[in-house]
T-cell receptor
Framework: GAVVSQHPSWVICKSGTSVKIECRSL??????MFWYRQFPKQSLMLMAT?????????EQGVEKDKFLINHASLTLSTLTVTSAHPEDSSFYIC??????????????FGDGTRLSIL | GEDVEQSLFLSVREGDSSVINCTYT??????LYWYKQEPGAGLQLLTY?????DMKQDQRLTVLLNKKDKHLSLRIADTQTGDSAIYFC?????????FGKGTKLSVIP
């Protein structure tokens, strides 16, 4: 149980392109979804938290106009990297949890999306 | 802010036990987690422990928590080559996780 599917797993695109990454909870309702960025050989950096039906909360230093997050349903959140540039190249990972099941429910992670901007 | 520290590397021989250590600073942490990340993949939840517990065992995995010293460890018994990965320790006192930098476990055949 508690499977999170992330798509696509790998994207290569030209500078200036906008890229959308999807995160789906397959067998549970994700009231909260998280988006992380991971640089090579480093830990995960939380970018933003989204609750279903409301605006995302962004961490300090993360541009909300650059990284658009939508969490329109209990099973889907999307991250759109707008006008991507080479410095946006990174590994993006989403996670999800259902807080209604109790405060002890852990976050379950997707397999990540490797974004390469040429 | 709160901090989670881990050693960066650990190398063990196949069949031996591995012990990965983690320290944290948030005294109000309620849950502590261990995640495994294989190359190019996301994070897989291995196990987690509530802060009022001092030990949790799940097959080859044993988690020990010393709340007084804010020290968490993950022991992997009979380590296999498939256990080679990066292991992240994380703590939370609400819904937000704070991760360590990860320990890269290398298993020597």
């Amino acid at each position: 149980g508690a499977v999170v599917s992330q798509h696509p797993s790998w994207v290569i695109c030209k500078s200036g392109t906008s890229v959308k990454i999807e995160c789906r909870s397959l067998d549970f309702q994700a009231t909260t979804m998280f988006w992380y960025r991971q640089f090579p050989k480093q830990s995960l950096m939380l970018m933003a938290t989204s609750n279903e039906g409301s605006k995302a909360t962004y961490e300090q230093g993360v541009e909300k106009d650059k990284f658009l997050i939508n969490h329109a349903s209990l099973t889907l959140s999307t991250l759109t990297v707008t006008s991507a540039h080479p410095e946006d190249s990174s590994f993006y990972i989403c996670s999800a949890r259902d807080h209604r099941s109790g405060s002890n429910q852990p976050q379950h992670f997707g397999d990540g999306t490797r974004l390469s901007i040429l | 802010g709160e901090d989670v520290e881990q050693s960066l590397f650990l190398s063990v021989r196949e069949g031996d036990s591995s012990v990965i250590n983690c320290t944290y600073t948030d005294s109000s942490s309620t849950y502590l987690y261990w995640y495994k990340q294989e190359p190019g993949a996301g994070l897989q939840l291995l196990t987690y422990i509530f802060s009022n517990m001092d030990m949790k065992q799940d097959q080859r995995l044993t988690v020990l928590l010393n709340k007084k010293d804010k020290h968490l460890s993950l022991r992997i018994a009979d380590t296999q080559t498939g256990d080679s990965a990066i292991y992240f320790c994380a703590e939370s006192n609400t819904w937000q996780l704070t991760f360590g930098k990860g320990t890269k476990l290398s298993v020597i055949p």
